[in-house]
């Protein structure tokens, strides 16, 4: 099936302490998508590439950086994580050029715990 | 600023009746609604989607209705089962944002509904 995965799906960091997140899809959609999501709050966009064009929300910190690779393959890294880093972190794709359906599919996420 | 609002995060409704669970937003740009399901430790999932040239689209059990000038959507579950417990989230997608850029959307916190026997 086709599907998005992210490894690892739980993730414990230390302060400070840089870590990366992967995901990859065999859906072969051009549009990948980094979101973050705390308790009770909606998933929030960090940023996303339309194929190999970055393009990276206004209000996302400087310490969260990402890397794509090739279609398949995206990467979140955090270069300092901070206690407030701490959340779920969901990978999606969509397909740019569907004239009708703007789905987006979502991988299970990476629970990051930042100690 | 949250464009898109759920302000019921739970909601509780015994088996065999009605859900409706319910979402709002501000921007009247918006012409795409889509409804997602998350189960614990899952990724959400798609559910049903509307577009703003409609005001109703039904999907089994799954119907969700769309007033444009409330600027209101509400996702309606008969008959509700035990496995629809999930967290829902409404989403949004402008056409600004479409085409050469990303079908960015943006989401509601979401609302927890419990299907009790």
């Known amino acids: 099936d086709a599907m998005v995965i992210q490894n690892p799906r739980y993730q414990v960091t230390q302060f400070g302490k840089p870590v990366t997140l992967s995901c990859s899809q065999t859906l072969n959609h051009n549009v990948m998508y980094w979101y973050q999501q705390k308790s009770s709050q909606a998933p929030k966009l960090l940023f996303h590439y339309y194929d190999k064009d970055f393009n990276n929300e206004a209000d996302t910190p400087d310490n969260f950086q990402s890397r794509r690779p090739n279609t398949s393959f995206c990467f979140l890294d955090i270069r300092s994580p901070g206690l407030g880093d701490a959340a779920m972190y969901l990978c999606?794709?969509?397909?740019?050029?569907?004239?009708?359906?703007?789905?987006?599919?979502f991988g299970p996420g990476t629970r990051l715990t930042v100690t | 600023d949250q464009q898109v609002k759920q302000n019921s995060p739970s909601l509780s409704v015994q088996e065999g009746r009605i859900s409706i669970l319910n979402c709002d937003y501000t921007?009247?740009?918006?012409?795409?609604f889509l409804w997602y399901k998350k189960y614990p430790a899952e990724g959400p999932t798609f559910l049903i989607s509307?577009?703003?040239?409609?005001d109703k689209n039904e999907d089994g059990r799954f119907t969700v209705f769309l007033n444009k000038s409330a600027k209101h959507l509400s996702l309606h579950i008969v008959p509700s089962q035990p496995g629809d417990s999930a967290v829902y989230f409404c989403a949004a997608s402008a056409r600004e944002n479409r085409g050469s850029t990303l079908g960015r959307l943006y989401f509601g916190r979401g609302t927890q509904l419990t299907v009790w026997p």
């Open positions: 999606a794709t969509s397909n740019a050029h569907d004239p009708v359906s703007y789905e987006q599919y």
């Open positions: 921007n009247s740009m918006f012409d795409y």
């Open positions: 509307i577009s703003s040239i409609k």
